[in-house]
């Protein structure tokens, strides 16, 4: 007989990131940020169009969705120990990104843009990111310049991760926005 015991899944980025604090999120929201490998979730998402044409400018260079649209979203999402890549398919656009741990928080790289978020588990397990640094084209982005990020999940019953992400730049107005909910494998 053999008695071995199977090792235990190393932890996520999002869980070496969070630390204890992960154990806070909603179960939906904690089951995404523990998948590994290659996985396909399903949902579905509505897009707001950039404010302007600046605004759409800026997020070509980001690989983000110029046109509003809504309708199902495909997530592909390959999850390795070192990095996730994120692959959002929406109605009009597929926009990928890839994710790192830096010290305590997410590095996102997306198109022309590096973003480092920190992480925090809220009120009634919701995850939050806060955007704590970024660049662009290398260059780091003034404070004054940096664009306003909303980017939350949220838990609802017990297999959809509903998301939120909005980012807006000071004098060229919304950029990203999209919202909607994939559905989270048991």
């Not at 070496?16 to 399903?42: C, E, I, W, Y």
């Amino acid at each position: 007989m053999n008695d071995t015991i199977a090792p235990a899944a190393p932890a996520t980025l999002y869980q070496r990131v969070m630390g204890g604090d992960f154990d806070r999120l909603s179960s939906p929201v904690a089951r995404f940020h523990r998948l590994a490998g290659p996985q396909v979730l399903h949902g579905q998402v509505q897009v707001q169009a950039p404010a302007s044409l600046l605004g759409r400018v800026l997020a070509w260079g980001l690989g983000a969705p110029q046109q509003a649209g809504q309708g199902a979203i495909r997530f592909e999402l390959d999850a390795t120990p070192s990095a996730e890549v994120w692959t959002r398919i929406f109605p009009t656009r597929t926009m990928r990104s890839t994710l790192r741990e830096a010290p305590g928080f997410v590095e996102e790289h997306m198109g022309a843009a590096r973003l480092l978020f920190g992480l925090s588990a809220v009120e009634g397990g919701r995850l939050e990111m806060r955007l704590v640094r970024m660049r662009f084209l290398g260059l780091p982005c003034p404070r004054w310049l940096q664009p306003a990020i909303v980017a939350r999940e949220t838990g609802q019953g017990d297999d959809e991760l509903h998301f939120e992400v909005q980012a807006t730049v000071p004098w060229i107005g919304r950029v990203v926005a999209y919202q909607g909910h994939l559905r989270v494998p048991a």
